[in-house]
């Protein structure tokens, strides 16, 4: 069993910064992808940024150029330092660790952007 614990979702002004980590437990596998996925209300799940253990990033369009993903093997953790926020980027973000087919979700952590 994989078990993904979040933290650092908060209430912040727009035009601030937040960092989000997600720490993964139990039986891991190094060759995994680690990310973030984020939901607003009345929308789909999308991806925000996912890193392979290698070290290769995916990005979302709406991103690029103000969050970085970032992870530590060793720990097992995976952070998303969002910066230059927009209330747009209001969502709850969810955790995501995958291996080949199999996949499992943290369970959330709120970001709130003011204006």
């Known amino acids: 069993q994989v078990q993904l614990v979040e933290s650092g979702g908060d209430l912040v002004q727009a035009g601030g910064s937040l960092r989000l980590s997600c720490a993964a437990s139990?039986?891991?596998?190094?060759?995994?992808?680690m990310g973030w996925y984020r939901q607003a209300p009345g929308k789909q799940r999308e991806l925000v940024a996912t890193?392979?253990?290698?070290?290769?990033?995916n990005y979302a369009d709406s991103v690029k150029g103000r969050f970085t993903i970032s992870r530590d093997n060793a720990k097992n953790t995976v952070y998303l330092q969002m910066n230059s926020l927009k209330p747009e980027d209001t969502a709850v973000y969810y955790c995501n660790y995958r291996l080949g087919y199999f996949e499992i979700w943290g369970q959330g952590t709120p970001v709130t952007v003011s204006s």
């Open positions: 890193m392979t253990s290698g070290g290769t990033t």
């Open positions: 139990g039986r891991i596998f190094s060759a995994n992808t």
